[in-house]
């Protein structure tokens, strides 16, 4: 997590919301992203997105059954749905979204099999997003 960590930095240094991933399989980092939706001019530019993209290319395969999303947010409904197909095997994220997370949907959006571990780095993660969000209102 403390990688997905750095990869939230970056974000926040290049004025993103402070959201980085990365995907591990068999230990070894094979993806790393942070969001990009303002750089690229892409809603669908998070980092969780981008990660799981970076992954598949490196895997050549579609399916991330044997790997690890590490996420310093709870992944939205949309990068919820794309871990679903991926077939993700873990989700580990920081802090929880109690605006957009996927857990407010209700219904069971990951894959079935996909381990979902919450809550590591919470603080950090979450320190984050609030010095973010306080540049922004000018706090």
Request: with cysteine.
């Amino acid at each position: 997590m403390g990688e997905a960590l750095k990869e939230a930095r970056k974000a926040l240094d290049l004025g993103e919301v402070p959201v980085g991933a990365i995907v591990v399989c068999h230990d070894k980092i094979i993806a790393r992203a942070h969001n990009q939706t303002e750089q690229l001019t892409d809603a669908t530019a998070h980092a969780e997105m981008l990660a799981v993209t970076t992954a598949s290319y490196e895997l050549g395969s579609k399916y991330l059954n044997e790997c690890a999303l590490y996420v310093t947010l709870e992944p939205c409904v949309m990068c919820a749905g794309a871990l679903h197909w991926v077939q993700l095997q873990k989700l580990v994220f920081g802090a929880e979204d109690v605006q957009r997370g996927y857990s407010l949907a209700g219904s069971p959006l990951l894959h079935p099999r996909t381990e979902v571990i919450k809550g590591i780095y919470s603080t950090e993660s979450k320190a984050l997003l609030a010095n973010f969000f306080d540049r922004i209102r000018g706090v």
